[in-house]
């Protein structure tokens, strides 16, 4: 059995599918360049028939990747296929992905079909997906709740119809990993000519089990695992890739493969996902979570101290923790900054974005004591999102908190350029600056989430301030970046509803 791995990465594509995780082009770009570096087979870029924006992101990535394969979603239909096709032309390597419901419910209540044309749609579209490019993968929704002949045999046309990759996704996270690993065992036992084609697996997370029914497949002949950085995606999530990676490897004894991924970019991924979709990462999570090496207990202290495998299965910079101190200091020069920038995969637009992402980050160095490459992805973010055009933008604010006495914010912001004063009390001050606010943009939003992390490790650390807000149906996070919490979150605040702002206008557009 072939002992590669593949790493099909969709945090671009069923990541973005979380609520408020929605990314723009530049953002999604940033992450693809952080996936290739990571070393990822497959980047699912995107879903082009969505809406040009998809389309557009998914064609600049394809443009700028030179080493992953970049790769569209379509439905089984002309017009998804079509668009697919168009954008990933300009990748040195390019992937259409198919699908189609196949499970009973799907296609009598969904899609409204029958089973046959089902399978004529799937045939035709990997047909026609074909005439943009050798490398066509087909996806059977819904394949846990579908029956077992009815996938024998719809996987047996595709791959005469050319399919190279076959995809077995437990859409809805249903199943278990002894049920999971003897369906891809049976699958390849029964579809004719299945030794022709790569096995993939993609495993939804809400019963949990996403990496270990993907492990599960993996143990039976799958060789393509589809997964996301931090497990992000629809509802609980997807595989998480730092998982799944980090299982293989250090189990490389029980599943006999391994993948090529740069596991030291593990990390910086993870960071990177994090800060852009606003999604913070547990500190719990396995890999990627704060305390994942953390040793609390005396007796496991003492173990990792005299010997570290006593209490360690992997080291932590094995994965990238660590491996990110900064070399620039506050006396550092602008082309040392422009020389780091690049090594992390960061173009900013046109000089005055450098210099004004270097102003800034000569401020950070004044305030912060050590710099590390996630200060630097939260700066870029925040540089980029100051650099296009945004209606709210924060210019000064004052609070005052004391024992005993109600918190009160000041603030001052523009809207559309014009300055507007705001005050207001609250229960802390970050409910007394959210309070203010509101008191003068009225925007009617519901605060759904409100998170802090610190960036890096010191009280002298940035927070990262997440904030959800929801309005007539449309979800965003925004984000805020700042050594003051309090400062952070009001960004963060203006954030969202600049992202509120933007989705109204696309939703209303000013004739
Ligand atoms: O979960 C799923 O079934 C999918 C398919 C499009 C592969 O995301
Ligand atoms: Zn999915």
Redesign the pocket.
Known sequence: MNDRLYIFD?TL??GEQSPGASMSKDEKLRIARQLEKLGVDVIEAGFAAASPGDAGAIHAIAETIRGSTICS?ARANERDIHAAGGAIKPAKSGRI?T?IATSPIHMEKKLRMQPDQVLEAAVKAVKLALEYTDDVEF?A???VRSEMDFLVRIFDEVIKAGAKTI?V????GYSIPALWGERMKQLIEQVPNAGTVIWST?C?NDLGMAVANSLAAVLNGARQV?CTINGLG?RAG?ASLEEVVMAVRTRRDVFNCDTRIDATQIVPASKLVSTITGYPVQPNKAIVGANAFAHESGIHQDGVLKHRETYEIMRAEDVGWHANRLSLGKLSGRNAFKTKLAELGIVLDGEEALNSAFARFKELADKKREIFDEDLQALVSEEVATTQPERFKLVSMKVCSETGETPHAQLVFTDEGAEKHASGLGSGPVDAAFKALESVVNSGADLLLYSVNNITSGTDAQGEVTVRLSHDGRVVNGQGADTDIVVASAKAYLHALNKLHRKNERAHPQV
Request: aromatic share 4%; hydrophobic share 20%.
């Open positions: 969709t594509r069923d979603l992905h699908f996806s929704e819904d394949a995809n996704p437990d859409t809805v993609h939804h589809e629809e997807n």
